[in-house]
C-alpha cells in the first residue's frame, strides 16, 4: 500500500471499480457507504456480459445487504424476488437414495448423529427444509408469525434483476458509471497501474482499482502479473452446463448438490424456474456426454450454456494500487455456495485497507498481512471442499474413484486424523474455526464427515434421549405450522412489515453485528 491518507493534491481519494456484476457493485457501494467523501467510479463494459447463472448465497448476504450497505428489504423482494434459503441438501456419501441436510443456524449434527443416525433431525431449520418449509407459521387464529429475526438463512437470486437493482442502488448512491471497454492499462516501471485507455479514447486515473473484471483478471493477472496457484490436485472439475428447468413442485429452501457421474450438479430454486448447474471434469466427460446425462435428468430442460474454469486463486489480493475481488482474484467451485460469501470477506478486507490508507501513521503492512489472511482463507476452503469429493461413496464411476483415491487432503489430514481417532468434536471456547469465517470451519467439516458417513469412536452426549425426544417433538409441531415457501412469499408480500421487522427488530440475527465477518480476528487467526 503506496497510498497513505488522502491524495498528494489534498482531494479525496479516487477509487476506481473497474468491471460490474455482482462482486464490483459490492465492493462500490460497500466504499460509498463506509466513506461517503470518497469518489467511486465504477467502470464496465456494456458489451462484456455477466456470467448470469443463478446465486446461491451464505447467512453473510442478508446483513451484508441490509446492515451494512442499507439496501431496503421490502424493494429487493419486490424488484429482485429472491427466495430463501435454509441450508443445502447433499445427495451425497453412501449409494441409493440417501442424502443428508446441512442446515444453518445452531444445530445438534452429533446428538443426531447418535440418536437417530439421520442429520436431517438436526434442528428446527433442518426440519423446516426436510418438509420444504419456510420460517413463517400461521397460528390457531389464522395469524401468522415470523421466525426470520431468530432462524439463520440466505437467499437464493436470480443474477440478472439482482445486478440490476444493485446497479439501480449506485446511483441513488452517487457512485459515478460508465459504459466504456479498456483497450489498454498503463503501468509504470514499479509495477502499478498508471492510467485505464478506453476504447472511446478517454483516460481514466484513480488512487486504487478494485479489479472486478471477473475470470479475466484484467488488472491483477493480465497488467501486474500476479501468479496464479492452482487447487487442481484438491479439485478435479474445470467446467460447468448451466440452464433452467421447469419447477415441478413448490420452491425449494435450500440449495441442492446432487452427484453426478463425473462431478455434481447443483439446483438453485427461484420464483418460477430452478437454475441447474452440472459441475464436471473434462479429463473424465466431455460436453457432449455431460449435457445429454444432464437432460436425462432433468426433463424440460432448457438451452444449456458452457462455463469453463480453473479453481485457485492469486498470490496477492492486493498488490501495489490494485485490490481484486470475486473471479478476478480466486473461485472455487460452489459446493459450499462461497462465491458471493467470499466476495463479502474481500469486501471487508478492502475496507478496513482503504481506512489504513487514509490513516498517517499507519505502517503501510495491511496489504502483506491482508494477502497472508485473504489467502489463507481461500485455501481453506480448497481443502473444507476437497473433503467432499474424498469420501462421497455414492457412486462408482472412473471419476469418483479417482477423487476417492487421489484427491490431496493434505491441508486438512490432521483433522481427518483427529475426527477418525476421537470422533467428531466442537471447538466451544477461543478461537473456533482455523480461519474466521462465520460459516465453515470446525463444525462444517464435521458435519460433513458425519453426512458422509466417514468412520469414527461413536461420540458421546450430555444430552439425554428423553430431552432429545421432546425437543425433536416441539420442532415437529412448529413445522406443521409452516407455510409453504410459495405461501410464504406470497404472505410476506402482503405483509412487508414481517420484512422490515427482519432488518430492525432488537436481537434480530441480521439487524445485528454478529454475524458479521470479523478482518480483525481473520488476521488475527490467520497469523497464528
Known amino acids: 500500500m503506496e497510498q497513505s491518507g488522502p491524495a498528494a493534491d489534498g482531494r479525496p481519494l479516487r477509487i476506481g471499480v473497474i468491471g460490474g456484476g455482482t462482486a464490483g457493485y459490492f465492493a462500490a457501494l460497500a466504499i460509498k457507504r463506509r466513506f461517503p467523501h470518497i469518489d467511486v467510479m465504477i467502470v464496465e463494459s456494456s458489451r462484456i456480459p455477466i456470467i448470469g447463472v443463478g446465486e446461491a448465497t451464505t447467512t453473510l448476504m442478508p446483513p451484508f445487504l441490509h446492515a451494512q450497505l442499507g439496501l431496503d428489504i421490502v424493494e429487493l423482494f419486490h424488484e429482485v424476488k429472491p427466495t430463501f434459503k435454509l441450508g443445502i441438501q447433499f445427495d451425497?456419501?453412501?449409494?441409493?437414495?440417501?442424502?443428508?441436510?446441512?442446515?444453518?443456524?445452531?444445530?445438534?449434527?452429533?446428538?443426531?448423529?447418535?440418536?437417530?443416525?439421520?442429520?436431517?433431525?438436526?434442528?428446527?431449520?433442518?426440519?423446516?427444509?426436510?418438509?420444504?418449509?419456510?420460517?413463517?407459521?400461521?397460528?390457531?387464529?389464522?395469524?401468522?408469525?415470523?421466525?426470520?429475526?431468530?432462524?439463520?438463512?440466505?437467499?437464493?437470486?436470480?443474477?440478472?434483476?439482482?445486478?440490476?437493482?444493485?446497479?439501480?442502488?449506485?446511483?441513488?448512491?452517487?457512485?459515478?458509471?460508465?459504459?466504456?471497454?479498456?483497450?489498454?492499462?498503463?503501468?509504470?516501471?514499479?509495477?502499478?497501474?498508471?492510467?485505464?485507455?478506453?476504447?472511446?479514447?478517454?483516460?481514466?486515473?484513480?488512487?486504487?482499482?478494485?479489479?472486478?473484471?471477473?475470470?479475466?483478471?484484467?488488472?491483477?493477472?493480465?497488467?501486474?502479473?500476479?501468479?496464479?496457484?492452482?487447487?487442481?490436485?484438491s479439485l478435479f472439475c474445470d467446467t460447468a452446463i448451466v440452464a433452467t428447468v421447469p419447477q415441478r413442485d413448490s420452491i425449494q429452501p435450500y440449495t441442492t448438490a446432487e452427484t453426478m457421474d463425473c462431478g455434481w450438479c447443483w439446483r438453485i430454486p427461484v420464483e418460477g424456474e430452478d437454475h441447474r448447474g452440472y459441475v464436471h471434469s473434462s479429463a473424465f466427460i466431455d460436453v457432449d456426454a455431460a449435457m445429454a446425462e444432464m437432460r436425462a435428468k432433468n426433463p424440460g430442460m432448457g438451452e444449456p450454456w458452457v462455463v469453463r474454469f480453473r479453481s485457485g486463486r492469486h498470490r496477492e489480493f492486493w498488490r501495489k494500487n490494485v485490490v481484486a475481488v470475486g473471479n478476478a482474484y480466486g473461485f472455487v467451485e460452489p459446493l459450499e455456495s462461497t462465491a458471493l460469501h467470499m466476495v463479502i470477506i474481500e469486501v471487508a478486507y478492502l475496507l478496513a485497507g482503504i481506512e489504513a490508507m487514509q490513516d498517517p501513521n499507519n505502517d503501510e503492512s495491511f496489504a502483506a498481512r491482508a494477502n497472508d489472511a485473504v489467502g489463507a482463507h481461500w485455501d481453506y476452503l480448497r481443502w473444507f471442499l476437497s473433503v467432499h469429493y474424498k469420501f462421497n461413496r455414492r457412486l462408482d464411476t472412473p471419476f469418483w474413484r479417482a477423487s476417492r483415491a487421489d484427491v490431496d487432503v493434505s491441508g486438512v489430514r490432521h483433522l481427518l486424523d483427529r475426527f477418525e481417532r476421537e470422533g467428531p468434536w466442537v471447538v466451544k471456547q477461543g478461537q473456533r474455526f482455523e480461519v474466521g469465517d462465520p460459516a465453515f470451519g470446525y463444525s462444517g467439516l464435521m458435519m460433513m464427515l458425519l453426512g458422509q458417513r466417514v468412520p469414527c469412536p461413536e461420540p458421546v452426549v450430555t444430552m439425554s434421549r428423553e430431552a432429545w425426544q421432546l425437543q425433536l417433538a416441539k420442532y415437529r409441531g412448529l413445522v406443521q405450522r409452516a407455510l409453504p415457501q410459495d405461501e410464504a412469499l406470497r404472505a410476506l408480500r402482503e405483509h412487508p412489515e414481517m420484512l422490515v421487522r427482519l432488518t430492525r427488530a432488537p436481537g434480530s440475527w441480521c439487524a445485528s453485528d454478529a454475524e458479521r465477518f470479523s478482518v480483525a480476528n481473520a488476521m488475527k487467526s490467520s497469523s497464528g
Open 92 to 233: 451425497w456419501g453412501l449409494p441409493g437414495d440417501y442424502y443428508f441436510t446441512y442446515p444453518f443456524g445452531e444445530a445438534q449434527p452429533v446428538e443426531a448423529h447418535v440418536f437417530e443416525r439421520d442429520l436431517r433431525l438436526q434442528s428446527l431449520t433442518s426440519l423446516l427444509m426436510g418438509e420444504r418449509r419456510a420460517p413463517i407459521l400461521r397460528g390457531p387464529e389464522n395469524e401468522l408469525h415470523s421466525l426470520l429475526p431468530s432462524l439463520k438463512f440466505a437467499y437464493h437470486l436470480d443474477n440478472a434483476p439482482f445486478v440490476a437493482f444493485l446497479a439501480k442502488s449506485a446511483r441513488r448512491m452517487g457512485i459515478d458509471h460508465v459504459d466504456v471497454a479498456i483497450d489498454h492499462v498503463v503501468t509504470s516501471g514499479e509495477g502499478r497501474i498508471e492510467a485505464l485507455r478506453s476504447n472511446d479514447g478517454r483516460e481514466l486515473q484513480f488512487d486504487l482499482y478494485v479489479d472486478a473484471t471477473g475470470f479475466r483478471s484484467l488488472l491483477l493477472e493480465r497488467s501486474l502479473g500476479s501468479p496464479f496457484q492452482s487447487y487442481a490436485s
